[in-house]
């Protein structure tokens, strides 16, 4: 199957590519041998440079995209019983067609993190794939969880971070979100491409287990994305209204909702970053 999706992703990569761009023509009169007669020449080579920079970029959208749909068709076989979603994610895994993984940290993450606008304490990030945030936020201050349902993710995860300063202030366990049990609490759970992913009749479930692990006056942090009009999935498309409708419900208020402005390529303009507190109504008694 892996020989078969690179062949696929040869193909359509080949096919989509725009065509080779027209020669740029040089300017025509130059009266100097000097700096004005290599004008025409660095000018091209930039225009040839940003050329080749957007060329690549469509070519990694392509890429993306591809990956999407061969991801949507893999995961589709759980719907007809073929496998459980958590043998869908792990084939996923195991194919590497994992188009949520940057590669990196998320960008706002380190940002909050170096500006110190996180909660200190005890951190989650569940669905955390390759660790990459968990270990961006994880500081002697905050002991950071990160939760996955993959056994390549959590051993992607482990190796990763294994050998950096940081490492003794993250832990890295394979479980089900919605039937795992921690020992303590959590005073911030920070939330991205984990909402998008499950079926959305299971995000009130999603809503009501962030309340149960998440201490009272805890934050809850949610990277919305993708805010799109797109019907399949996953990514299942998402909307502000869509965490209000399950998040009310069970206490939650935005403090903020904001535009992220560091989100990546292709996902500029398709991401808002929540930030949500739980109010516990006090007895009048």
Not at 111 to 123: E, V, Y
Request: net charge neutral; hydrophobic share 40%; proline share 6%.
């Amino acid at each position: 199957m892996r020989a078969a999706c690179g062949g696929l992703l040869s193909k359509t990569l080949a096919l989509s590519a725009p065509n080779h761009p027209p020669s740029i023509l040089g300017f025509l009169g130059t009266r100097s041998l000097g700096i004005r007669a290599t004008k025409p020449k660095m000018e091209k080579n930039n225009r040839e440079e940003q050329e080749n920079v957007s060329m690549e970029k469509k070519e990694n959208v392509i890429n993306s995209n591809l990956k999407v749909n061969l991801m949507q068709q893999l995961m589709d076989g759980h719907s007809s019983g073929l496998v459980c979603a958590c043998g869908g994610w792990e084939k996923c895994w195991e194919l590497g067609l994992t188009p949520w993984d940057l590669g990196q940290a998320t960008p706002i993450i380190v940002h909050l993190h170096q500006s110190g606008a996180l909660p200190k304490g005890r951190a989650l990030v569940p669905a955390c794939g390759t660790g990459y945030d968990a270990v961006a936020m994880a500081s002697p201050e905050r002991h950071v969880v990160g939760l996955e349902i993959s056994d390549i993710a959590i051993e992607k995860a482990k190796e990763f971070s294994s050998s950096l300063p940081n490492a003794n202030y993250v832990t890295f366990l394979k479980a089900d979100f919605f039937t795992w049990r921690p020992t303590e609490l959590f005073d911030l759970i920070f939330d991205y491409t984990f909402f998008c992913a499950i079926e959305p009749d299971m995000r009130l479930a999603w809503a009501q287990k962030i309340r149960d692990i998440l201490k009272p006056n805890g934050e809850l942090i949610t990277l919305m994305f993708p805010i799109s009009d797109h019907i399949s999935g996953p990514p299942y498309k998402v909307s502000v209204s869509d965490y209000k409708e399950v998040l009310h419900p069970v206490g939650f208020q935005a403090i903020s909702i904001v535009d992220n402005e560091l989100a990546v390529g292709p996902r500029r303009g398709r991401e808002k970053l929540g930030r949500w507190k739980r109010y516990v109504n006090q007895s009048l008694l």
